[in-house]
Nanobody, 121 residues
Framework: QVQVVESGGGLVQAGGSLRLSCAAS????????MGWHRQAPGKQRELVAL???????NYADSVKGRFTISRDNAKNTVFLQMNSLKPEDTAVYYC???????????????WGQGTQVTVSS
C-alpha cells in the first residue's frame, strides 16, 4: 500500500505565509514527480506546483513568485512554501505523487486527503 499525507493547512490573514508538507510512504519503488493541486468551492481542481525527481519545477501563473515547491527525495516528502497569500488562494490543497510501487511495472497517481487553506481579507 501507498499513503500520501498532507499537513500544514490553516487560517491566515492576507499577506501571510503558510508551509504545507506532504509525505509519501509505503511500498514505493520510485517517485517520478510530486506536486500540489487545489480546489476552491465551485471550481475545478487545478495544478498549483509540481516537481520531478530530476529537479524540474512548474507553477501555475497565479502563484509564480509567491509559492515555492521543494522536495526531500530521501524522505519522499514535498513542501509548498506559500507567501503573500491572497483570499483567492483559499482552497483545499491536495498533494499528488506519481510513482511506481515495488513489484509493479507502471506508474500512477496517488492523492492525499487534502488540507484546507483559508486566507482572510
Amino acid at each position: 500500500q501507498v499513503q500520501v499525507v498532507e499537513s500544514g493547512g490553516g487560517l491566515v490573514q492576507a499577506g501571510g505565509s503558510l508551509r504545507l508538507s506532504c509525505a509519501a510512504s509505503g511500498s514505493i519503488f520510485r517517485i517520478n514527480a510530486m506536486g500540489w493541486h487545489r480546489q476552491a468551492p465551485g471550481k475545478q481542481r487545478e495544478l498549483v506546483a509540481l516537481t520531478s525527481s530530476g529537479g524540474f519545477t512548474n507553477y501555475a501563473d497565479s502563484v509564480k513568485g509567491r509559492f515555492t515547491i521543494s522536495r526531500d527525495n530521501a524522505k519522499n516528502t514535498v513542501f509548498l512554501q506559500m507567501n503573500s497569500l491572497k483570499p483567492e488562494d483559499t482552497a483545499v490543497y491536495y498533494c499528488n505523487a506519481n510513482l511506481r510501487r515495488t513489484g509493479e511495472f507502471f506508474s500512477r497517481d496517488y492523492w492525499g486527503q487534502g488540507t484546507q487553506v483559508t486566507v482572510s481579507s
